[in-house]
């Protein structure tokens, strides 16, 4: 009897490592991307600038409009990173 708890208490152990190693394995990869979209966004800080004065100077509807693109741009360029890193 004592055996068999012994070895459920050590199973179990080994899940929760196995778990904890793969939530840090997460973690690892979503700081990475982190990191990489701050970088990715810093490069291109003219482009994102040039886009905003342009939003600026815009009025009614065509400055909502063009500001729902400049968010989804954005978004989907730093989404894809990865994708256009070649990882």
Do not use: C, P
């Amino acid at each position: 009897m004592i055996k068999s708890v012994l070895k459920r208490f050590k199973e179990t152990v080994q899940i929760i490592e196995s778990m904890y190693q793969q939530a840090l394995r997460l973690v690892k990869i979503i700081w990475a991307w982190i990191v990489q979209a701050l970088v990715e966004t810093l490069n291109q800080i003219w482009t994102l600038l040039g886009m905003f004065a342009a939003w600026l100077v815009l009025e009614g509807s065509a400055k909502t409009t063009v500001g729902y693109a400049i968010i989804t741009t954005l978004t989907v360029w730093l989404i894809t990173i990865r994708i256009r890193k070649g990882e």
